[in-house]
C-alpha cells in the first residue's frame, strides 16, 4: 500500500502534495466533490519516495485518465488555513508543489475519479472569472493571468 506524506496529530494536519496546473482554452482545470462546498486542482498527496514530478504526473491521470506532460514547475505553496468540509476542527498545514502541464489542444476528459470514496467532478473554470468561484488556491486568481517564467514561492496564511 502507498503512504502520502502527511500525517494528522492532535488537531493538526500536514500534507505535501503535488497539483497540476491545467489550461486549455482560457480555462483552468479544477475538481469539485459533492462533500466540500469549494473548488480545488487536480493533484494529490505524493507518496512516501516518491517524486514530486511523477506524484502529479500519477494524481493527473487518476483523476482525469489522461496522460498529461510537465511544462514546468510554476510555484511552491506553503499554505496555512483553518480546515473546512472534510477537514473541520483541523489546524492545517500544506507544502505543495503546482506543476504547469502542456496542453492537449482539448477539454476532453476520461475522468472516473473517487477520493476516499467520493465521487470527485471535473470543471473548466475560466481563468478572467476565477473570482466569480469559491476555488482554492486564492491566488490562482492573480498568479495564472500573468503566469512568471521563474518559480514562485507563495506563503498564505489564512487561519
Not at 500500500?1 to 500536514?14: E, I, L, Q, V, Y
Not at 489522461?66 to 511552491?76: C, G, M, N, S, V
Not at 475522468?111 to 488556491?137: D, Q, R, T
Amino acid at each position: 500500500m502507498k503512504c502520502d506524506c502527511g500525517f494528522t496529530k492532535d488537531n493538526g494536519w500536514f500534507r505535501y502534495k503535488a497539483t497540476a496546473i491545467i489550461i486549455e482554452n482560457g480555462s483552468v482545470l479544477f475538481a469539485k466533490n459533492d462533500r466540500d462546498d469549494y473548488y480545488y486542482p487536480v493533484g494529490g498527496g505524493v507518496h512516501i519516495g516518491e517524486k514530486a514530478e511523477d506524484a502529479v504526473v500519477r494524481e493527473v491521470y487518476e483523476e482525469t485518465g489522461i496522460h498529461y506532460k510537465i511544462d514546468r514547475l510554476a510555484f511552491i505553496h506553503e499554505n496555512f488555513f483553518t480546515g473546512s468540509g472534510s477537514l473541520e476542527g483541523y489546524n492545517c498545514h500544506e507544502i505543495a508543489f503546482y506543476f504547469l502541464m502542456k496542453p492537449r489542444g482539448t477539454q476532453k476528459l476520461n475522468s472516473n475519479s473517487y477520493s476516499c470514496g467520493v465521487k470527485e467532478y471535473m470543471h473548466w473554470l475560466p481563468i478572467n472569472n476565477l473570482s466569480n468561484y469559491k476555488a482554492f488556491p486564492t491566488f490562482f486568481i492573480d498568479k495564472l493571468s500573468n503566469m512568471q517564467s521563474y518559480v514562485e514561492h507563495i506563503v498564505t496564511d489564512e487561519r
